[in-house]
């Protein structure tokens, strides 16, 4: 059966004329009611009671109407798939911070995986200047990094994450209002170092210090330095995303420290400029909707 004998039925009742079907689908009217003709030998029935210029439906007509319009929105949408699928890649290659992998990445996925259910992830953890010479270099379609510009990449801001001090359950900076360096200073400091320029500035914040700050645990790992300020070795200064779940359950808690004020960890999304374009945008919008952008 010819979809074009189809369309043009169903065209010819919605619009309530075979010329302006006609017009419609840039044919001729004599060509409409070709395949019009063409559709009722098939069918073996007459279709139309046509008296003048009027037309209306015959009986086998009112019956084959939903069944045609079934075919026809069958096939139309299976176009639109086709289409799709064509200009979409089979695979997401996407490359990610650590911190990002933990707190945004789990959230991230599911949601791009329900937008494009035929699409695979390909998920890379790496440094930030790892993920920027892969997507250099078109083995990751996207990456997460921290805030870089380069003029071969399109580089937008997700999220900034602010740093801030946290403590343990029953510490005695709960409650007790804004603390000072000093303070600060007298306890024992799990220090989470990733190496960027905001972890520099909570350095330089103990360098007028007279006496160095009680140092005790160093990690390059964000949930070790967590649990570790929960197992109440020390306090930290930490990324708000990365504890967010500890504050709500009153595990972890924010304390008051101006000098902090204004000190995040900002996080980019990056993509090759004039590629990936469908996905950057989307991952993007999704982001703002799981984390606070500033």
């Known amino acids: 059966m010819n979809i074009e004998n189809i369309e043009a039925f ?59 319009q079934q075919l026809l929105q069958t096939f139309q949408k299976s176009k639109i798939q086709l289409k799709q699928k064509r200009t979409l890649p089979n695979e997401l290659r996407i490359g990610c911070t650590v911190s990002v992998s933990n707190y945004v990445i789990p959230e991230l996925v599911p949601k791009m995986k329900r937008k494009y259910p035929d699409v695979n992830f390909k998920l890379t953890t790496a440094t930030t200047e790892d993920i920027v010479n892969k997507v250099l270099n078109r083995e990751l379609d996207v990456g997460f990094v921290r805030n870089i510009s380069h003029p071969n990449l399109l580089s937008t801001k997700v999220y900034e994450d602010p740093i801030r001090l946290y403590v343990y359950e029953d510490h005695p900076f709960i409650g007790s209002g804004i603390v000072s360096i000093e303070e600060i200073g007298e306890h024992p400091l799990v220090f ?103």
């Open 10 to 68: 169903v065209y010819v009742i919605h619009y309530g004329s075979f010329n302006k079907a006609a017009e419609v689908l840039f044919l001729s009217q004599p060509s409409v009611t070709a395949r019009i003709q063409s559709l009722e030998r098939e069918l073996d029935c007459r279709l139309f009671d046509r008296i003048g210029k009027q037309v209306s439906l015959t009986d086998e007509g009112r019956r084959f109407l939903p069944y045609a």
């Open 192 to 294: 989470f170092e990733c190496g960027s320029l905001d972890w520099m500035r909570i350095h330089r914040l103990f360098a007028s210090m007279s006496q160095p700050p009680n140092i005790e645990f160093q990690t390059d790992n964000l949930e070790t330095a967590k649990k570790l300020v929960l197992q109440r070795v020390g306090i930290a200064f930490l990324p708000s995303l990365c504890v967010e779940q500890e504050v709500r359950e009153n595990k972890l808690f924010p304390i008051e420290f101006p000098e902090t004020s204004g000190i995040s960890l900002q996080t980019n999304i990056i993509a090759l400029n004039g590629e990936s374009g469908l996905f950057f945008n989307n991952a993007l919008d999704i982001c703002k909707g799981i984390t606070t952008v500033k």
